[in-house]
Each structure stands twice: as C-alpha cells, then as structure tokens.
C-alpha cells in the first residue's frame, strides 16, 4: 500500500517523517485528528519489519488515540511517534534530543510521551529541547508512572459492567481471571484482593504470577487455560489480540475487561462476543486513565483531580453498555460511535 493510500485507508490528513543522519533518527509522526485539542500520544521506539510496517503502526495507534480520547472526554487529539530503532548501539542521548526538536518543529500540534521502548530518562532528554512532552519525572511537573491510574480505571469498568450485567454492587466473592500480572495487572489484582475478589491468574512470567499468589491468594493457571476459567469477568492485561478467533469460544465468563491495548484481534471478534451474551468493555474507553493522567501534565498534574476523572470511567462504560442494551448492538460498535460524536461535536 503506497502511503497516502494508506492514510486515505486509516482516515488521515497529516503524517510527518524525519530523518536525522548524525544521531540515525528515523521518526513518523502520526497527527489523526486534532478537533478536540492537540494531538497526544505516546513515541514508541521498536525495530519494525519494513518502514511501510513502521507507518502503518503509527496511523494505527494515533486513530486510537483520537477515540481514547474522545470518548473519554480528555481535550486532545489523537497522535502517536514511532521511531525506528537503529541496528547496534545508539547514542540515546543524541537519538532523543534529535526527536524532540522535531516535536519542538511541530509546535505543540504533537504532544509526545512515553511508549513501548522509551522511558521516563528518554522523555527527560526531550524535555532539554521542547516544552511539547509529557511522561517526564514528577519534579519537572510529570504525573509518575501512569498503571495504578490505568488499573484503577480498569477497576471502575469492571464494577460497573458488574452491577449493569449481575446487579451487584461490590466485588466481594466475585471470580476475575487476569492475564499478564505486569504494571497493570499487578495493581489491577491488588484492588480487586482488597474488595474480596477471587483472583486466577495466568503470566509468560512465572515470578509476576507467583507474586499474585503470595500476595492475594490467587490460583495460577497455565497461560492458555487462563481462557476457559470459569469465572464472572475475564480481564486481559497482557498484549493485544487476545480476543480472536480461536480464544472466544472457549471462554467461561459474563464480562471481558481488561488493560490491554486492541484486545479484539478484528472488529468481528467482538460481534462474536455479543452473539455469545459476553459483555465486553472497550478496550480504550476501560484503559483511559493512563492517558487521563498523562494529559493532565499538560494542563499542571493533580493527582486528585486524575484520581476523580479515572473514576469517571465507572459512567463511561455504564453509558456504552446501555446505549448497546438498548440499540441491541456490540459495546465496541457503540463506543465507537459515542467518540465520534463527540468528535463532531467538537468541529
Ligand atoms: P507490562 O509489560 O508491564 O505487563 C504485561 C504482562 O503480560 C507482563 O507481565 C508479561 O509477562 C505478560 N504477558 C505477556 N504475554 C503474555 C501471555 N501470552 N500470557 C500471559 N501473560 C503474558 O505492561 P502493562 O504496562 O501492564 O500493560 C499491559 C497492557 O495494558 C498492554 O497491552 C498495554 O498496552 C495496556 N495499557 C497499559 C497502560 C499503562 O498505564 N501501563 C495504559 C493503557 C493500556
């Protein structure tokens, strides 16, 4: 697919590439709508297969911030960088610095952060060149590490898919199977432990998994079994695509809702939930308050404010899960639908 082929295909009108030959910086900076505000997203650092890979992963993941951001009522744009790791030694320093003069180029129509392959040190050297980053340590203004904001999140989604779906309203006894007990799912259990829920757990990492049964008594199961627990909610925290073709049928549960980033391997995978009576919880609206606390920086971090907004996740997904009640449609079908209102809203 020739490139403005594929921004036509991912529904784009600005994509800036950059290459930077003393430090063998190669960026793409992905700008899918800034309607609500200037675009922010995180800056990935990984080695791709080709650079038509690299292009693509960038208009894929800044639409979905457009959405995230949407639909979580966050004033932002969606925008994602992806930097394409060079083969050997880097100097980091150089390679960063490079970067963050063409976010400083961009003048504030990107705001960058960290991603898969980049750390708050990264973010730091940024910051040295443009005031347009974010992820930076809580002493120059950044808001720390954003999972106990995502799992708090994630938490909220999952009590009000229980309450829409069992007509409860605690968690107590409640059995949640988690997969991927990493900086997400670690807190995501905890919280879950402190409201008396039943936990089985599943990691590729067999410390992470015997941390969640020290620490909150939870059963650990082999990763693909993880699948068919029979429990009230599954909730993916590990990578994408855990919903497909081969895994839905297998599972066990009333409700899906989890951390993890493009869970449904298609969009068909979550029609195939909902023909199956699952109620699933969109990935981005349930994952939201990692950028809810990132895009806070921007406007100067309160971690209290954060705190309330994450909570709001909780009315996020009621309203998905009742406007899909009522049209008799898939929640992914619907959250998709609630963003882009809201992005018409807005222009
Ligand atoms: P992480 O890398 O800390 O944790 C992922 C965990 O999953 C690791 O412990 C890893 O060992 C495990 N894992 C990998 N493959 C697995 C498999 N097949 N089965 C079971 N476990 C497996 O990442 P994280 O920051 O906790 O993020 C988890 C997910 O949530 C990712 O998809 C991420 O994109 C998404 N997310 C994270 C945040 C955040 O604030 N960190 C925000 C939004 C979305």
């Known amino acids: 697919m020739g490139v ?13 590439l950059h290459r930077d030959a003393g430090s063998g910086l190669q960026a793409i900076v992905a700008i899918h709508d800034t309607r609500l505000g200037p675009a922010l997203g995180g800056c990935r650092c990984i080695s791709y297969p080709s650079e038509e890979d690299a292009i693509i992963d960038a208009l894929r993941l800044a639409r979905g911030m457009t959405y995230k951001a949407a639909i979580s009522g966050v004033p932002h744009g969606g925008g994602k960088a992806v ?20 976010v400083d180029d961009l003048g504030g129509h990107y ?22 980053v974010t992820g930076v340590r809580p002493e120059h203004g950044g808001s720390g590490d954003p999972s106990p904001f995502t799992a708090l999140g994630v938490r909220r ?30 807190h995501l259990c905890r919280q879950l432990h402190e409201r008396g829920a039943q936990l089985t757990v599943a990691d590729i990492d067999p410390l992470k ?28 925290c590990a990578l994408g695509s855990a919903l497909n073709d081969e895994t839905i049928g297998r ?16 969009p068909q995978n979550g029609d195939d939930l909902f023909q199956r009576g699952i109620l699933y919880a969109p990935d981005y609206a349930i994952n939201a308050g990692g950028l809810m606390n990132v895009a806070s920086e921007v406007a100067g971090y309160d971690a209290a404010k954060v705190t309330e907004q994450v909570e709001g996740i909780y009315d996020i997904i009621w309203e998905i899960a ?18 882009q209102e809201k992005l018409s809203q807005a222009g």
């Open 83 to 102: 930097l394409i790791k060079p083969e050997g030694e880097m100097d980091r320093s150089a390679f960063f610095r490079a970067f963050g003069k063409f």
């Open 209 to 236: 998994a015997e941390r969640a049964e020290r620490e909150f008594g939870a059963t650990v199961v082999p990763l693909d079994e993880i699948f068919a627990v029979e429990c009230e909610v599954f909730a993916p």
């Open 111 to 132: 705001i960058t952060a960290e991603d898969s392959g980049t750390s708050v040190e990264d973010m730091e050297i940024i910051r040295t060149v443009t005031k347009h």
């Open 4 to 16: 403005f082929d594929a921004m036509a295909h991912y529904d784009y009108g600005e994509l800036h």
């Open 251 to 266: 599972l066990k549960c009333r409700i899906v809702a989890g951390a993890a980033n493009n869970q449904l391997a298609a």
């Open 322 to 339: 009742e406007r899909a009640k009522s049209a008799m449609q898939p929640t992914h079908r619907v959250a998709d639908t609630i963003a």
């Open 157 to 186: 989604g999952i009590e009000a898919l229980v309450k829409f779906a069992l007509d409860r309203d605690d968690l107590e006894g409640l059995h949640v199977a988690v997969q991927g007990i990493g900086h997400v799912g670690y």
